[in-house]
């Protein structure tokens, strides 16, 4: 394996915040960085050494960007999978690989492959016909959520469904949205609508001598789809979170996979089920910036650059809350106030626009307790607003 070393340069493909955080750590270590994103001045591009300004499937800017770099990475999954094999047919190294991409942007072969490890998914099937959607309403039931096989996050691309008509107009929308990304095979998938008591995720790292460390169980709420709060340690028994770690050890071993990545899982009654497996630093796992010794930022650098991945040592129980746009401006106002407690930390990624339901930036509050974490950051975020 050799050895990228500082002064050397990481390619990043997308410019948000994940690419922002990424790089900052990646400066902070002594390597330079360059990224490409379509939008100009992108929050990864604010910080970068260098942006080249273009989609994410100009495959010759995309060459450009491998020509640049010493070693490339995404923050975002939904980077074309071609993009990923221009580069590697060049000889370029990229962590993940294509093949990591490949499953994980694409909900049935996903969920097919996490099946096939013998763990625990909500019940699916892959919907191509309305007739399709009838045998999954009789062999899975309702309420049940359809969701395109690639092109979604947070939310998009999905829609819950409680009766046959419901089911049957969500497939024609669906079959809509499927013609502006399209791909071989089904383009949806039928899944159990599960009543979870809790949703958790679990942040993973692997270096290519096949090194495997993971973070602690984090516990998630989402708002519309949206990831709103992240609680760390998670409040669940030592077997839920020894179950979580060997699924996420499954998972990182059989995808090979070299960097970050990040299982989301639904926690119900007993058992976990996996819902996704994004292959990048996670919104989950933002925390680690305040409240590790080493965030998940620095362990992607460490690991795509073949330097040594370390256990996380957890500093302090953390919560972090995500700062959306509401549409009533684009300046956030209120920041002094909360600042003046030590414990709250404020992180922004220079988003020019605050459109409702973009994430802005988040806040990390470091406390003895997550309950009391949580309590602070609510309040926190409660004094700010957009105008
Ligand atoms: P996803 O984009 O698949 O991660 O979905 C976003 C959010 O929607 C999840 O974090 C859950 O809160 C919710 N969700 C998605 N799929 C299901 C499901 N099958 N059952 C219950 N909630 C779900």
């Given at each position: 394996m050799t050895l990228i070393g500082p002064g050397q340069t990481i390619g990043i493909l997308g410019g948000g915040q994940l690419g922002r955080m990424l790089a900052l750590e990646a400066k902070r270590m002594g390597y330079r960085v360059i990224t490409l994103d379509p939008e100009p001045e992108s929050p990864c591009g604010q910080v970068a050494d260098a942006q080249i300004v273009a989609p994410y499937d100009d495959l010759e800017a995309v060459r450009q960007l491998g020509r640049a770099a010493d070693v490339l990475t995404y923050e975002f999954e939904n980077v074309s999978a071609t993009s990923v094999r221009a580069l590697e047919a060049e000889g370029r190294r990229v962590h993940p690989s294509s093949a990591v991409l490949a499953i994980t942007q694409h909900r049935l072969r996903e969920k097919t492959f996490v099946a096939s490890l013998g763990i625990g998914v909500p019940a699916f099937r892959a919907v191509a016909s309305v007739e399709d959607v009838e045998r999954a309403a009789r062999e899975i039931g309702f309420p049940a959520v359809l969701k395109a096989v690639s092109g979604g996050y947070d939310g998009k691309g999905q829609i819950v469904v409680r009766t046959l008509e419901e089911a049957r107009e969500a497939f024609g929308r669906l079959t809509a949205h499927a013609r502006g990304s399209p791909t071989e095979g089904p383009p949806m998938i039928w899944e159990q609508w599960v009543s979870f008591a809790k949703e958790v995720s679990m942040i993973g790292v692997r270096d290519e001598r096949g090194t495997l460390v993971t973070y602690p169980l984090v516990?998630?709420?989402?708002?519309?789809?949206?990831?709103?709060?992240?609680?760390?340690?998670?409040?669940?028994?030592?077997?839920?979170?020894?179950?979580?770690?060997?699924?996420?050890?499954?998972?990182?071993?059989?995808?090979?996979?070299?960097?970050?990545?990040?299982?989301?899982?639904?926690?119900?009654?007993?058992?976990?089920?996996?819902?996704?497996?994004?292959?990048?630093?996670?919104?989950?796992?933002?925390?680690?910036?305040?409240?590790?010794?080493?965030?998940?930022?620095?362990?992607?650098?460490?690991?795509?650059?073949?330097?040594?991945?370390?256990?996380?040592?957890?500093?302090?129980?953390?919560?972090?809350?995500?700062?959306?746009?509401?549409?009533?401006?684009?300046?956030?106002?209120?920041?002094?106030?909360?600042?003046?407690?030590?414990?709250?930390?404020?992180?922004?990624?220079?988003?020019?626009?605050?459109?409702?339901?973009?994430?802005?930036?988040?806040?990390?509050?470091?406390?003895?307790?997550?309950?009391?974490?949580?309590?602070?950051?609510?309040?926190?975020?409660?004094?700010?607003?957009?105008?």
């Open positions: 516990e998630n709420t989402h708002v519309n789809n949206i990831l709103d709060t992240s609680l760390v340690p998670a409040r669940v028994s030592p077997r839920v979170e020894e179950e979580a770690r060997q699924i996420v050890r499954a998972i990182g071993e059989h995808l090979r996979i070299v960097g970050v990545y990040c299982v989301e899982m639904f926690l119900r009654e007993d058992r976990l089920l996996v819902n996704e497996i994004a292959p990048r630093p996670h919104n989950s796992g933002h925390y680690t910036l305040d409240a590790c010794m080493v965030s998940q930022f620095e362990n992607h650098v460490r690991a795509i650059c073949g330097l040594p991945i370390v256990a996380p040592l957890l500093r302090s129980p953390a919560v972090m809350v995500n700062l959306l746009g509401d549409g009533r401006g684009h300046r956030l106002m209120g920041v002094e106030r909360i600042l003046e407690d030590p414990r709250v930390r404020v992180h922004l990624y220079g988003k020019k626009e605050a459109r409702p339901g973009r994430k802005m930036g988040h806040l990390t509050v470091l406390a003895e307790n997550v309950d009391e974490a949580l309590d602070l950051a609510r309040r926190a975020r409660g004094q700010l607003q957009w105008g």
